[in-house]
């Protein structure tokens, strides 16, 4: 009999109640063979778990398999805690539901440690488990030197560990997962799913996720919302379809200040426009990036709002790399080209502040059309795109410093803005451009129209 070398619980585990004190032999050891010094050697006897849990329940790690043979939900008022050494081995395509609710919540807790952590694995080589689960806000999850590998087989985006916060993602972070030393590992697709607000709490320590599959929208090591990606702990990824962050909600407003953290993992904004912006305007929510950090674009960025007749919404970006560690704007193609993304529009963005950033393959069809005094014949796609007519706001030269804008498609910069009379101001001072496919800078728009004849300001 060998013993487990280590053992950690994957973040969504199906768990079933113990119906009877049935008593079956071990089929298989568990894959992974991590030493845990401190467990004891696996005794050849698995206990069956088929039944719902409603109150307090034990599973003990003393060297007994803990076998689920039939989906489990952990129900309003009940707990399932997974002492230190614990081995689960779920059936193929299980799940493990948390179902709280504000009166009665329902929890699990994995008390793995470092010398005696806690397994959850598949039940036969070559299949994978289903997911562990929590649906509602009261639905938490408390998970410590705990390994979960195998699952995913029907999960959310096959993922081994799926939460949903049930909260409005552009402005909650719900925190429901507490995470120290959690590992998830070959799952079936993405690796940790956290829907509608679902977040991670403020003590969480370390997660890593590795070894995740699947096909197109199922492949990222984690998809979380856009206001709790702020609470991501420190991660370690890698060997997944694609090692990075996606984050999804739809249509995706940031309506609350934001930090996404440099991380060493490529944030995906996927699919939609991103816009940061609180509709009713009582907020000016700031996204604020760590040097360092890579993001990743379908559609543009789109910072604040303001149209004639409507409550102006502002927004801010703060963006401030460094020389060592700059912050990339980019493409989310795998083989990238010039007009991938639109790039970023700083619409209604007073105090935003761009330094050392890469602005790269944008310049792709924005939609916009402004009256501004851009060459004719030419679109307002440009990598970074700023101002509207009729607003207020317009950029200084230093908001915008150690810039570089590569590979655009259309022009460098649109400045999109409307003044009294010149052309101005000139933002290319701290502005490098490569590859740009129109102006360095457009001209403005203008009260007495384009004087001159229109054109580039800055070729």
């Keep these: 009999m060998s013993r487990l070398a280590r053992w950690f619980l994957p973040f969504s585990v199906v768990v079933f109640a113990c119906e009877s004190p049935d008593v079956e032999p071990l089929d298989n050891a568990p894959d992974a063979a991590v030493a845990a010094a401190g467990c004891p050697a696996l005794n050849g006897q698995e206990l069956a778990h088929q039944n719902d849990i409603t109150t307090a329940e034990t599973w003990p790690g003393d060297g007994t398999v803990h076998r689920i043979t039939f989906g489990i939900t952990i129900r309003p008022g009940g707990s399932l805690t997974l002492a230190p050494c614990t081995v689960v081995k779920v059936n193929s395509g299980l799940v493990l539901t948390v179902s709280g609710t504000p009166t009665a919540p329902a929890k699990l807790v994995s008390l793995g440690t470092a010398a005696r952590p806690v397994l959850i694995t598949s039940a036969a080589p070559g299949q994978s488990w289903g997911t562990w689960r929590g649906l509602t806000p009261e639905s938490t999850f408390e998970l410590a030197y705990t390994t979960l590998e195998n699952g995913g087989n029907g999960g959310v985006h096959g993922a081994s560990l799926s939460l949903r916060g049930n909260g409005p993602p552009e402005s909650a972070a719900i925190p429901m997962l507490k995470a120290d030393h959690l590992v998830i590992k070959d799952s079936a697709g993405t690796g940790l799913v956290l829907e509608s607000g679902a977040a991670f709490t403020a003590d969480s320590t370390e997660v890593t996720v590795t070894g995740g599959g699947g096909s197109e929208n199922a492949d990222h090591a984690i998809e979380i919302t856009p206001i709790a990606a702020g609470t991501l702990p420190a991660l370690h990824v890698s060997g997944n379809a ?30 939609d426009r991103v816009r940061i912006t609180d509709m009713s305007g009582g907020v000016t929510p700031t996204l604020t990036i760590q040097a360092g950090v890579e993001l990743r674009f379908d559609d543009y960025l789109e910072v604040g709002f303001a149209n004639p007749g409507m409550v102006s919404q502002p927004g801010r970006l703060i963006a401030v790399g460094t020389a060592t560690q700059p912050i990339i704007f980019t493409s989310s193609k795998t083989t990238r080209a010039a007009g ?39 679109s307002d796609d440009a990598a970074l795109f700023i101002g509207s007519k009729g607003h207020s706001y317009i950029p200084a030269a230093s908001d915008l410093v150690g810039v570089s804008i590569s590979n655009s498609k259309g022009h460098g ?12 101001p000139d933002l290319t001072s701290g502005v490098s451009f490569a590859a740009i496919n129109g102006c360095r800078q457009t001209k403005n728009g203008t009260t007495t129209g384009c004087v001159g004849g229109a054109g580039c300001a800055v070729p």
Excluded: Q
């Design 242 to 271: 694609h090692d990075a962050i996606r984050i999804t909600a739809g249509s995706l407003y940031i309506s609350r200040d934001l930090t996404l953290k440099n991380l060493g993992v490529p944030y995906y904004f996927y699919f």
């Design 340 to 378: 991938d993304w639109p790039g970023i529009w700083l619409f209604n963005a007073a105090g935003s502040r761009l330094e050392n950033v890469h602005i790269e393959f944008a310049g792709g069809s924005n939609g916009i059309v402004s009256a501004n005094c851009r060459p004719t014949g030419t």
């Design 413 to 424: 910069i649109n400045a999109m803005w409307e003044t009294s009379g010149a052309y101005a």
